[in-house]
């Protein structure tokens, strides 16, 4: 399967895979990953996960893009506050090599996101504005585009 840009969950298969939701910051947020403590400045982040229960992608990303609810995950303290603006979607694809292809992009703080991982830093990248992203990144959020 090639990697697509959902700008919503309603347009994202309810198949299992992974998933880099695209989320917007408006002002500095207190986080916390598990015993570490830090602040994500305003911007852009890219969170990468995967799921692989009931509804698939679909149900887990319509629960990201939904802003009240309890915290379970460390990224439900991002959601809660900064708008998600689409995901990049892999059918059948892995959470961690979808970081690995952002490895470029910095980690705002180590072991968020990651806690159950033990080869990524974090799952959660800071995307610098004009940052470009790997070019199958790029061409997914092209083509989305025109759909
Ligand atoms: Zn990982």
């Known amino acids: 399967m090639p990697l697509i840009f959902c700008a919503s969950a309603v347009s994202a298969p309810a198949a299992p895979g992974a998933y880099?939701?695209?989320?917007r910051l408006a002002s500095?947020?207190?986080?916390?990953?598990?015993t570490r403590r830090g602040?994500?400045?305003?911007?852009?982040?890219?969170?990468?996960?995967?799921?692989?229960?009931?509804?698939?992608?679909?149900?887990?990303?319509?629960?990201?893009?939904r802003k009240n609810k309890r915290v379970h995950w460390h990224i439900d303290q991002l959601t809660s506050a900064?708008?998600?603006?689409g995901a990049f979607i892999l059918e059948g694809g892995n959470e961690c090599a979808l970081n690995a292809a952002l490895a470029a992009l910095p980690v705002?703080?180590?072991g968020f996101g990651s806690s159950d991982c033990r080869r990524c830093a974090a799952h959660?990248?800071?995307w610098p504005e004009g940052a470009a992203l790997p070019s199958d990144w790029e061409n997914a959020r092209k083509a989305a585009r025109f759909t």
């Not at 500095?28 to 598990?34: C, N, Q």
């Not at 890219?46 to 992608?57: D, F, I, K, V």
């Not at 900064?82 to 603006?85: G, M, R, S, V, Y």
């Open 108 to 110: 705002p703080l180590q």
């Open 28 to 34: 500095p947020l207190d986080v916390r990953a598990g």
């Open 82 to 85: 900064a708008k998600a603006l």
């Open 20 to 23: 880099a939701l695209w989320l």
């Open 124 to 126: 959660l990248r800071f």
């Open 39 to 65: 602040v994500l400045p305003a911007g852009d982040y890219l969170y990468c996960g995967s799921a692989n229960g009931p509804g698939g992608l679909r149900a887990r990303l319509a629960r990201h893009m």
